[in-house]
């Protein structure tokens, strides 16, 4: 279902509030880029700072301004399987594509492959829409290994996955032994090319909301067999990902969109602005890559 590159797009705050004016101009601009979608509600999008209300005019907003040949894919996993249930119907209702769920955890030490497999499962069946599953262990300190993601695969409402893990071995496992049609995207840029080489069917990255035509023209240089520019453009824009994600985070990424021409603004709190010296480091990164 999800093919080529999302960027998880951020929440653009004013004062602290969300700036639904800025959102609809950053997604306006984005879709000249040639991406395929966007995911809302991502980490990126700082999801987890946002009340329920701000996320269901998020997605109104977001689905007016994304055109019905893109998809939109919506964040709606929560920590109890009721309510990403609701959030995700909520979503379907508002025209989202797909929805991602991220793993359960805050009682991570109970969550094992029998509890997520109940889990997911139970939201697929309820799911209007196609569901995808979200491994980001950095944030959840939780993975889920190969042997769960394949049996959750065999659900026909589970139609792939975002594997931000970066663990090169586990996402050839992903590949390995889910069945043909299950989608598994890369979840950083920074193994793009890997991660095509190996089977995935495109990536939702952070820098595609900085460097959108470099991320999609990595794979599409991959996709006309032209591996070696493929590998020189990700060479050259790995400290673009760098900066945007390990490095400085959200707000290294919001200061990055600022410069090149997007709105950024302020991460919320407790996250705070980047530093002047940050500023000038992520500046330097984004002269050095061609971008500004």
């Known amino acids: 279902m999800p093919k080529g590159i999302f960027p998880p797009i951020p929440t653009p705050f004013k004062n602290g509030e969300v ?18 979608g966007y995911l809302v509600l991502g980490s990126n999008g700082e999801f987890v700072f946002l009340s329920e209300k701000e996320k269901i005019k998020i997605l109104e907003v977001a689905r007016k301004n994304i055109p019905s040949n893109l998809k939109m894919i919506a964040g709606t996993g929560c920590e109890s399987t009721w309510e ?13 594509d797909l929805a991602l769920i991220i793993t359960p955890s805050y009682f991570k030490s109970l969550m094992k492959s029998e509890e997520m497999i109940i889990h997911f499962v139970a939201v697929a069946d309820a799911s209007k829409i196609p569901i995808m599953i979200y491994n980001v262990p950095k944030f959840t300190g939780i993975t889920i290994d190969a042997e769960t993601a394949a049996k959750l695969a065999e659900h026909k409402n589970i139609v792939g996955m975002k594997d931000s893990s970066a663990d090169m071995p586990l996402f050839a496992q992903f590949i390995k032994q889910c069945p043909a049609g299950f989608d598994v995207m890369v979840g950083t840029a920074s193994v793009l090319y890997t991660g095509l080489c190996l089977g995935a069917v495109g990536g939702i990255v952070a820098m595609a909301n900085v460097a959108p035509k470099q991320a999609v023209e990595i794979q599409t240089l991959f996709d006309a067999g032209q591996l070696g520019e493929a590998r020189d453009l990700q060479l050259r824009m790995l400290p673009v990902n760098g900066a945007v994600t390990v490095s400085y985070g959200v707000p290294g990424l919001k200061v990055a969109m600022d410069m090149v021409g997007y ?13 002047p010296d940050v500023k000038e480091k992520i500046q330097g990164i984004l002269q050095k890559a061609g971008i500004l």
């Open 84 to 96: 990403t249930i609701e959030l995700t119907n909520k979503a379907a209702n508002i025209g989202a």
């Open 263 to 275: 709105y950024g603004g302020d991460p919320r709190p407790p996250l705070l602005p980047p530093k």
């Open 19 to 36: 700036a639904y004016d800025e959102l609809a101009s950053n997604l306006q601009k984005w879709n000249k880029t040639g991406l395929a």
